[in-house]
């Protein structure tokens, strides 16, 4: 018997229509809803890209693979749409594959974050910061301006993209780098091999830290960073043959 841990978005399905179908569908194919994450098979999510971000933390606590059902605008994360609820029943059938998605370990002030989508470095109150980047020891640059952004390869569709960064296939493993409205034109978006270990020092007081849209977090001047390949990862579960790419055009013309 699968079992199914529903996880819906705060503000999405207040009336509850799409976590009925779900369910309908899960009872149908002899399975059953739990409700605690630790003790499914497969976590099914109803909301945005915003709701599946914070779903796929606790996934990746527990090891457990999760699917992303669209509730929101664009949903580049998401597997189905609201109207292709009972492909879902693919899944009961042995129809899908997995899909692993590498995240990202960030340490700072003594403290571990893990990021799906992007660490973004970045200054207080609209002021320029500057910091110092490095990979594996070596400096690569100091960049002046609104900030770094730290993303893998799922989160390069989000803010990285926003910002100039490269669009990268999510099946693979790098890491990005996308300055944020930087000083120098020659300051360019970089991706890093994924056992690479980048360190940033903040070169300016009252630069900030966030990790997956959580609460800032203050770095002081002269403090450093790490962020680097975690063991973490978030596996996904894939039902349909849209491939990445066919996803991205659809998308990108909302």
Not at 53 to 79: D, F, K, S
Request: hydrophobic content about 35%.
């Amino acid at each position: 018997m699968k079992k199914i841990y529903i996880f819906v978005g705060k503000g999405k399905d207040e009336s509850g229509k799409y976590r009925r179908a779900l369910t309908e569908v899960v009872n149908g194919y002899g399975g059953k809803t739990v409700e605690r994450a630790e003790d499914a098979d497969v976590i099914a999510v109803l909301g945005g890209d915003g709701t599946i971000m914070r779903a796929a933390h606790l996934a990746g606590n527990h090891n457990v693979p999760m699917i992303g059902i669209n509730l929101g605008r664009v949903g580049y994360m998401a597997e189905l749409d609201d109207s292709e609820i009972e492909l879902l029943g693919g899944y009961f059938e042995g129809n899908y594959r997995e899909e692993e998605r590498m995240m990202l370990t960030v340490r700072a002030e003594g403290k571990s974050y893990y990021a799906l989508n992007d660490a973004v470095f970045h200054a207080k109150n609209k002021h320029m910061t500057r910091i110092t980047l490095k990979c594996n020891g070596n400096t690569v640059n100091e960049y002046r301006g609104d900030g770094l952004i730290i993303a893998t390869p799922t989160g390069s569709t989000a803010y990285s993209m926003s910002a100039g960064g490269s669009v990268i296939d999510p099946r693979l493993k790098c890491i990005c780098v996308t300055p944020i409205c930087p000083q120098a034109l020659g300051a360019k978006p970089l991706v890093f091999a994924p056992d690479s270990r980048l360190t940033l020092t903040a070169e300016s007081p009252e630069c900030m830290l966030t990790v997956d849209g959580g609460e800032p977090l203050t770095l002081k001047s002269g403090s450093e960073a790490e962020v680097f390949r975690s063991r973490r990862s978030l596996r996904m579960i894939k039902l349909k043959e849209d491939g990445f790419y066919e996803v991205l055009r659809k998308k990108s013309q909302m």
